[in-house]
C-alpha cells in the first residue's frame, strides 16, 4: 500500500520575502510552527517544467515557526514561475504553497496560494 503525500505546507504571506542581493536571490520562507521540521539536512527543490535543481538551505526556530533561508545565484534561474518545494534529509519532496517569479532585471517576486498543480 502506498502511503499518502504530506500535504503542501502553507507558507506565512506576511514574514516571507524573495530578493536580489547583488547577483544572488535570496528567499525566506516562514513555515507554521507544525510544520514538523528537524532535519539538519533541508533542501529547496526550484522547478520550472522540465528544469530543476535543489539548493541547500537552513533552518531556524523563530516565535511564529521555523524559517527557511536559501541563496541561489540569479544565473541559475531562468525568467518564469519556479515552483518551490521542500526536502528534509532524504524525506519526500513536500510542495510550499510559494512560487517564485522572475523576469528580466525586474525585481523578484514570492507568489503565494495555491494553484491547480499544487493543491
Known sequence: MRSMPA???????????????????????????????????????????????????SLERSPEGFRVNVSVPREQLTDGVWRLRLREGGSPLRNLHARLLLHGDQPVALLFGKTPNIT
Open 7 to 57: 500535504p503542501p505546507l502553507a507558507v506565512d504571506s506576511l514574514l516571507s520575502f524573495a530578493r536580489l542581493d547583488g547577483d544572488t536571490v535570496r528567499l525566506v520562507l516562514a513555515l507554521p510552527d507544525d510544520a514538523g521540521l528537524d532535519a539538519p539536512r533541508l533542501f529547496l527543490r526550484f522547478q520550472k517544467g522540465e528544469t530543476g535543481f535543489r539548493a541547500p538551505a
